[in-house]
């Protein structure tokens, strides 16, 4: 511990400059706080994904105020990650904030620039990324996302290309036998969850909200 403590101004209201402020002293080598200092991208990469999951639970329990409080605990998150590239000199909290803005200025040309004449935003996003085929597309889906969510986007994104995923009830069943009867039984369980995320695009539906649904049906469910 530092034999002289550290303060921070006292404020009726604190902003992003304090926040990234407080950050730098926290990951101060000498006087910081042992823990911040330490953490790398890899070491809080599962704290970044757990802050946005509770912000989502507070969407969908419709509170204002806990939605608040998690939406700073993300925020908190960014600059955490954007102070480690800033320490190795990498880019800064403005030019993360300088990019997102000219993100949002070029995918609304019918705001910004007056064109209307822009129908498809999935290929403006593609042309800016420079994604010019499926296998392109499909690389830049997020591995990092539940593994149900993922098939259904990769799905969505093979279908604008007109490689569309298809199954059967029997196909499924046939799927469901394999992994009982243990033939195989991880491949064609996965097959079998893949195919699944193509019944739910066919019929409409969202197959991670439909399990999340489940999910709280089973929790509720006396035990």
């Known amino acids: 511990?530092?034999?002289?403590?550290?303060?921070?101004?006292?404020?009726?209201?604190y902003t992003a400059d304090d926040l990234l402020a407080i950050l730098a002293i926290l990951r101060d080598p000498d006087n910081g706080c042992p823990w911040d200092k330490v953490q790398t991208h890899m070491s809080i990469r599962m704290n970044f994904l757990e802050e946005a999951y509770e912000a989502v639970d507070a969407i969908d329990l419709n509170d204002p105020t806990l939605l608040c409080e998690e939406l700073g605990d993300v925020l908190m998150q960014v600059g955490f990650h954007t102070q480690i590239e800033q320490e190795a000199?990498?880019?800064?909290?403005?030019?993360?904030?300088d990019g997102v803005c000219r993100k949002l200025i070029d995918r609304h040309p019918h705001i910004f620039g007056g064109d209307t004449s822009i129908k498809d935003w999935d290929a403006l996003k593609n042309k800016e990324k420079g994604r010019v085929t499926l296998q392109d597309d499909l690389d830049s889906v997020p591995k990092a996302l539940p593994?149900?969510?993922?098939?259904?986007?990769?799905?969505?994104?093979?279908?604008?290309?007109g490689v569309t995923v298809e199954t059967t009830p029997a196909?499924?069943?046939?799927?469901?036998?394999?992994?009982?009867?243990?033939?195989?039984?991880?491949?064609a369980l996965g097959e079998l969850l893949f195919k699944?995320?193509?019944l739910?695009?066919?019929v409409g539906l969202d197959p991670e909200q439909a399990l999340q649904k489940a999910n709280a049906t089973f929790t509720a469910a006396p035990h």
């Not at 000199?89 to 904030?97: A, E, H, L, P």
């Not at 196909?171 to 491949?187: I, P, Y």
């Open 171 to 187: 196909e499924l069943e046939t799927l469901a036998g394999q992994v009982a009867a243990g033939e195989n039984a991880e491949a």
């Open 196 to 198: 699944a995320a193509a």
């Open 147 to 161: 593994a149900l969510m993922r098939a259904a986007k990769l799905q969505r994104r093979a279908a604008r290309a």
């Open 1 to 13: 511990m530092n034999a002289d403590p550290l303060t921070y101004p006292e404020k009726d209201h």
């Open 200 to 202: 739910a695009r066919q």
């Open 89 to 97: 000199g990498n880019f800064t909290w403005q030019q993360v904030c």
